[in-house]
């Protein structure tokens, strides 16, 4: 069984930047993306960024982005691929949630952040918190 662990959370004031990390136990099999996913209080968990790490495969190293994060967030990953970041800059209050560290397989071609039913492995979360 894959075990993917987040860390990086915390409390920070708007304005602010935070890196998550996640690092997965094993190389994720049957996969071939890593994605950050939040759910804020009292709200549905959404995608928030992808990339895709096919050895080989010309959509490797692909990233989508929700569009609330645009030109905020970088997800970017080691030569391993076992650790992927979120790197979140210029935090809003609207930032504010669980983030989730998830494997799954998806095309790369549809552009978007993989819906949740595509998710083969959950990480436990990480809270990040941002204030005014």
């Known amino acids: 069984q894959v075990q993917l662990v987040e860390s990086g959370g915390g409390s920070v004031q708007a304005g602010g930047s935070l890196r998550l990390s996640c690092v997965a136990s094993r190389r994720p099999a049957g996969t071939n993306y890593r994605a950050w996913y939040r759910q804020a209080p009292g709200k549905e968990r959404v995608g928030v960024a992808v990339?895709?790490?096919?050895?080989?495969?010309?959509?490797?190293?692909?990233?989508n982005y929700a569009d609330s994060v645009k030109g905020r967030f970088t997800i970017s990953r080691d030569s391993t691929d076992n650790t992927v970041y979120l790197q979140m800059n210029s935090l809003e209050p609207e930032d504010t949630g669980m983030y989730f560290c998830?494997?799954?397989?998806?095309?790369?071609?549809?552009?978007?952040?993989?819906?949740?039913?595509?998710?083969?492995?959950w990480g436990q979360g990480t809270q990040v918190t941002v204030s005014l």
């Open positions: 990339i895709y790490t096919t050895d080989g495969a010309t959509s490797d190293g692909a990233t």
């Open positions: 998830a494997a799954g397989g998806y095309p790369s071609s549809i552009g978007t952040v993989p819906p949740q039913g595509s998710v083969r492995y």
